[in-house]
Nanobody, 125 residues
Framework: HVQLVESGGGAVQAGGSLRLSCVAS????????TAWFRQAPKNEREAVAG???????SYADFVKGRFTISRDMLKSTLYLQMDRLKPEDTAMYYC????????????????????WGQGTQVTVS
């Protein structure tokens, strides 16, 4: 059973940058579809960026050109580099892992993922 721990959130001014990390443990071989989601108060959880088992990346329109998702499988870590942050990016950010071949509903569907981190808060002012 994979466990996920996020870090890297914080408070920044608009235009600034943050890099989120998500360290995975409790698995043998990295065969995951992975993604970052976010949830602001009173809003639904929304997909931000995803990277599939084969390395294909996808982004929500509202972060294209500003955020970059990447992974380092040797370090068991998923990243989200966030540049040119805006106040509307303020939210709790969650990483999500789904086993390759199981429950594929598209990269942006919460149903694709069965392991979630605890979240890391990003605040942009």
């Amino acid at each position: 059973h994979v466990q996920l721990v996020e870090s890297g959130g914080g408070a920044v001014q608009a235009g600034g940058s943050l890099r989120l990390s998500c360290v995975a443990s409790g698995y043998t071989t990295w065969r995951f579809n992975t993604a970052w989601f976010r949830q602001a108060p009173k809003n639904e959880r929304e997909a931000v960026a995803g990277i599939e088992t084969d390395g294909t990346t996808s982004y929500a329109d509202f972060v294209k050109g500003r955020f970059t998702i990447s992974r380092d499988m040797l370090k068991s870590t998923l990243y989200l580099q966030m540049d040119r942050l805006k106040p509307e990016d303020t939210a709790m950010y969650y990483c999500a892992f789904g086993m390759y071949g199981d429950n594929w509903h598209g990269w942006s569907s919460v149903s694709t993922y069965d392991a979630w981190g605890q979240g890391t808060q990003v605040t942009v002012s």
